[in-house]
C-alpha cells in the first residue's frame, strides 16, 4: 500500500468514527429533548412538589420586622396616664392530634386527652371565673366532636395570667398536643380609666384625637427589622451579615397635667351633675396663672339621652364653639376701663328704668330702682348682678361711634381666632364684627354682654387668666416636655400669645369687680370658699338647631318653651396672689329649668379650691422651731 | 492521555491512598506545615462560627426575656397607679370602714433652721 493510499483509509477511518460519535451525540440529544417535553408534560398536568423539595427551597433567611413599643403619656409629676403592654386573646384547637390518636387505633391516648382536657376546664374555671368546669369542658369537648380549630378561651389577658394559663393541663403540652393559640395585640393601657381621657385621646386606624394624635409622631417611634437565619439546632439569630436597622422606641411626653387635680375636678363637678339628669354635660380647665399650664381638664357629658353615665366622649373644652353669656361682660368692662371710659367701678350710669333704644328692656334694672329707689347704678353694682342693661348702656355710649375700637380689644384678647394649641381641633370663634354678615344695629350691645360673639371655654379661661397675670396672656399648653428614658429631649417653655392685654392697674381695677361678684353679686356661694376666689358667673342660652326648635321662631326656644342654658363660672384664686385660674361650665339638654352659673358650677368651684388648698403645699402652716433639743445621748454618756 | 493510561494512574492513585503513601508520593510532606495551618485555621473558623451561633441564641432569648420584663414592669406600674389617685385612696378607705378621709386643711411644715 503506497503512503497516498493509506492516508485515504486513515482519513476513511477517522471519518466514519466522527460519524458514529457524531451519530450518538444526535441520538443522545434528541433523547434529552424527548424526555425534557416528557417532563413539561408531567409538571403540567400531574406534578406535585414534594416536601422534601420544597425543603431545598426554601430561603434560609427570613425577615423580621420589629415594631416599637409607644411612648408614655406622663402627668406633671412623673405618673403614667398612658402605656403601652401587649394583651394576649386565647383559642384552642380542639381536634389537635385527633386523627393521630384514630390511626393508631389506640382509644387510651384518646381518653387520656379527655381526662386532660376536663382538667383544663377546671383550672380555666378557677383562672377567670366566668363560666362553669362543666361548660368549659362542654365547650371543649364538644369543639372536638364537630372539629373546631379556634374555639376561644378567653381574650385580652396580660401576660401573668397567660404564663400561668400555659402550665394548666394539656396547655402545658404545647400547641401541637395542648392545641393552645395565643394571639398577641398590643393595647393601651390607661390606669386612670376616665380621667382626662379626652385630652389624652386615642390613635385607632382612622380614628385620631387628642394628644395621642398630635403627638403622634413622636409616641410612635421607628420600626426596625434584621433577617434572621436558622442554626443547625434549628434556632432563629439574627443574620450578621446582613444590612438591619434598629427599631426605634417611641419618645415618653410629659403632660402639665396634675393627676390629683384632675381627680378632684373630676370628682366635684360629677358631684354637681350626676344626679341631675337634666344636664348634658360638664367641663373645668384649672390653667395655672403664671404659665398657662393647664393642671386639669375635664370633658363629661352624656350621650343623646340623659340616662347613659357620665364619661369623656367629646372634647368641649377645645369645640364647644357658643356664646358664653356674662362671663363676657368682664371683656367689656376691661376694654372700659383700659380705654379710660370707665375712670372709676364707683362711676355710676343712669337706669333709663333699663332700657336702651333697639334693645329689650332689663327687668332687673326695674328691681334695683324699686329696691334702692335710685335712678342710677354704678359700674361695679351693674357687674355684681351682671346687669345687661349697664354693659348695653356703656357699650353703646362710649363705643357706638366706633364700634371696631372694641373689637379690636376682643381680637387683642385673641378671641377672635384659634390660637395654636398642644391638641388640634380649638374651634374657631366667631365674631360679628361691623362689615361682616353678622352684624346689625344690636350686635355691639349684644357682644357687650355675651352674645353675639362665639368662642370656646379654653378662649374665656385664657382671657381671664391674662387677668389674674396682671395683663400678660399665657398661651395655654398642655405638654412639657419630650423625653426618652427619663432624659429630656426637648422641654416646651411658656409663652405669651399677647404680652400686655391691658395694665396692671387695669388688671387690678377688674380684679376688684370680680371680688365683688364672689363677696356681694351672683357668686356668692364661693365666698365662703378656703381660698379667696374672685371671678364671673354666666347664664347663656344656647342657639337651638332647626330639628331641636321644631318650627318656632325664637331661636332659644322650641315651640313648648324648653331651652338649652349653660351656666359658667370664671375666675381664679387665691384673689390677691393668683395661682390658678379656673372654670367650669355645665350644659344643659333641653329643658323648662334654668342653670346659672351661680349655682352647680360655683358649688363645683368651691369644692375644686377647697381641696387643691389642702393638697397643694404652697398654703401649708410653716412651723420654725424656737428652740432646740438637747442631745440626749450627750447627757447620758455623761 | 489515553483512556487505558488514565485508569492505571487511578489505580495507582488508589493503591497509593489505600498504602498511606499517596501524600508522600506527590511530594506533598514539604508543605506538612502550610496543610496543618490551613486544617487549623478551618477548625477554628467552624468553631468560632459555632460560638458565634451560639451567643446569638443566647441574645435572643434575653431579648425575649427583657421583654417579658418590660411588660411585667408595665402591667404592674399600671396597676399600682391606679391606687396612686385621690379618689382610689378614698374609695379603699371607704371599703376597709375607716373614718379617715383626704385632708381638709393642709400640713403642717415645720422647717429646720
Known amino acids: 500500500m503506497t503512503k497516498r493510499q493509506s492516508e485515504i483509509k486513515d482519513n476513511i477511518e477517522n471519518r466514519d468514527r466522527i460519524h458514529v460519535v457524531m451519530f450518538f451525540l444526535s441520538y443522545f440529544f434528541m433523547a434529552l429533548s424527548v424526555m425534557i417535553l416528557v417532563w413539561i408534560v408531567k409538571i403540567q398536568v400531574s406534578y406535585s412538589v414534594d416536601d422534601r423539595v420544597i425543603g431545598l427551597f426554601r430561603p434560609t433567611e427570613q425577615k423580621h420586622i420589629e415594631t416599637p413599643v409607644r411612648g408614655r403619656i406622663l402627668a406633671t409629676d412623673g405618673r403614667p396616664m398612658a402605656i403601652s403592654a401587649p394583651l394576649y386573646d386565647i383559642y384552642m384547637d380542639c381536634t389537635v392530634r385527633k386523627q393521630d390518636y384514630r390511626d393508631s387505633g389506640k382509644d387510651s391516648l384518646e381518653r387520656v386527652w379527655r381526662a386532660k382536657a376536663r382538667d383544663l376546664a377546671t383550672y380555666l374555671s378557677n383562672e377567670f371565673r366566668d363560666k362553669s368546669a362543666d361548660a368549659y369542658a362542654k365547650a371543649i369537648l364538644e369543639g372536638r366532636d364537630k372539629g373546631a380549630r379556634y374555639l376561644r378561651i378567653q381574650r385580652n389577658i396580660d401576660l401573668s395570667t397567660l404564663q400561668r394559663v400555659r402550665t394548666f393541663p394539656l396547655f402545658k403540652e404545647g400547641p401541637y398536643t395542648g392545641g393552645i393559640i395565643v394571639e398577641e395585640h398590643e393595647e393601651r393601657i390607661y390606669p386612670y380609666d376616665s380621667l382626662a381621657r379626652r385630652v389624652i385621646g386615642y390613635v385607632k386606624e382612622q380614628n385620631r384625637i387628642g394628644l395621642e ?108 364653639v357658643g356664646e358664653q353669656g356674662s362671663v363676657m361682660k368682664t371683656v ?6 383700659e380705654d379710660g371710659y370707665v375712670q372709676s367701678l364707683e362711676q355710676t350710669i343712669p337706669t333709663n328704668n333699663g332700657f336702651v333704644p333697639n334693645y ?14 335710685r335712678r342710677e347704678i354704678s359700674v361695679m353694682h351693674g357687674f355684681e348682678i351682671s346687669s345687661n342693661y349697664v354693659f348695653t348702656y356703656l357699650a353703646e355710649n362710649y363705643y357706638g361711634k366706633q364700634p371696631q375700637e372694641m373689637f379690636d380689644h376682643i381680637y387683642s384678647y385673641r378671641l377672635g381666632e384659634a390660637f395654636d394649641f398642644d391638641i388640634t381641633g380649638l374651634g374657631k370663634p366667631v365674631v360679628n364684627r361691623p362689615g361682616t354678615p353678622g352684624w346689625s344695629k344690636t350686635t355691639l350691645g349684644t357682644t357687650a354682654y355675651g352674645y353675639g360673639l362665639s368662642v370656646t371655654p379654653l378662649h374665656v379661661a385664657t382671657f381671664y387668666n391674662g387677668i389674674a397675670n396682671k395683663g400678660r396672656m399665657m398661651k395655654p399648653y398642655l405638654v412639657e416636655s419630650i423625653e426618652k428614658d427619663g432624659k429630656v429631649l426637648r422641654r416646651f417653655v411658656p409663652s405669651a400669645l399677647n404680652e400686655s392685654i391691658c395694665s396692671a392697674a387695669t388688671a387690678d381695677t377688674v380684679t376688684r369687680a370680680l371680688k365683688a361678684v364672689v363677696n356681694t353679686g351672683t357668686a356668692t356661694r364661693l365666698k365662703s ?29 322650641d315651640t313648648m318653651g324648653r331651652k ?14 393668683p395661682k390658678y385660674t379656673i372654670l367650669v361650665t355645665v350644659y344643659s339638654y333641653l329643658s323648662g329649668k334654668s342653670f346659672y352659673g351661680g349655682t352647680m358650677p360655683a358649688l363645683a368651684v368651691r369644692e375644686i379650691v377647697d381641696k387643691i388648698y389642702a393638697l397643694d403645699g404652697d398654703w401649708a402652716e410653716v412651723l420654725h422651731p424656737v428652740a432646740t433639743v438637747p442631745d440626749m445621748k450627750k447627757t447620758t454618756e455623761k | 492521555m ?24 506527590i511530594r506533598v510532606d514539604k508543605y506538612y ?14 468553631l468560632l462560627s459555632l460560638q458565634v451561633d451560639k451567643t446569638l441564641a443566647r ?55
Open chain 1, 564 to 577: 338649652k342654658n349653660q351656666g359658667t363660672f370664671v375666675g381664679f384664686f387665691p384673689a390677691d396672689d
Open chain 2, 33 to 46: 506545615m502550610h496543610i496543618m495551618y490551613l486544617f487549623l485555621l478551618m477548625w477554628a473558623t467552624i
Open chain 1, 360 to 373: 329689650r328692656q332689663d327687668v332687673h334694672i326695674l328691681d334695683y330702682q324699686r329696691e334702692t329707689g
Open chain 2, 59 to 113: 441574645v435572643g432569648d434575653n431579648k425575649v426575656a427583657l421583654e417579658r420584663l418590660r411588660i411585667h414592669h408595665a402591667e404592674k406600674e399600671a396597676a399600682l397607679v391606679k391606687l396612686h389617685s385621690a379618689s382610689a385612696a378614698e374609695i379603699r378607705l371607704k371599703q376597709l370602714g375607716s373614718e379617715a378621709t383626704l385632708p381638709s386643711e393642709p400640713a403642717t411644715i415645720v422647717k429646720s433652721k
Open chain 1, 332 to 337: 367689656t368692662l376691661l376694654s372700659l376701663v
Open chain 2, 2 to 25: 489515553s483512556v487505558k493510561s488514565f485508569f492505571l494512574s487511578l489505580r495507582n492513585i488508589i493503591r497509593a491512598i489505600i498504602s498511606g503513601e499517596f501524600l508522600l508520593r
Open chain 1, 529 to 557: 370658699a378656703k381660698l379667696q376666689v374672685c371671678g364671673k358667673t354666666g347664664t347663656a342660652q344656647v342657639v337651638l338647631t332647626p330639628q331641636e326648635r321644631k318650627g318656632s321662631a325664637d331661636p332659644y326656644h
Open chain 1, 213 to 320: 394624635s398630635s403627638f403622634d409622631s413622636e409616641l410612635h417611634g421607628r420600626e426596625g427589622y434584621e433577617w434572621r437565619r436558622v442554626t443547625d439546632n434549628k434556632r432563629w439569630i439574627r443574620d450578621l451579615d446582613s444590612a438591619s436597622v434598629k427599631v426605634q422606641n417611641g419618645n415618653d411626653i410629659r403632660t402639665t397635667l396634675n393627676v390629683d387635680f384632675q381627680d378632684i375636678a373630676d370628682k366635684a363637678l360629677r358631684n354637681q351633675i350626676n344626679a341631675n339628669e337634666d344636664i348634658r354635660a360638664g367641663i373645668c380647665i384649672i390653667m395655672e396663672a403664671k404659665t398657662g399650664a393647664i393642671r386639669a381638664m375635664v370633658n363629661l357629658s352624656r350621650g343623646e339621652t340623659p340616662q347613659t353615665t357620665l364619661w369623656e366622649r367629646e372634647n368641649l373644652v377645645l369645640r364647644e
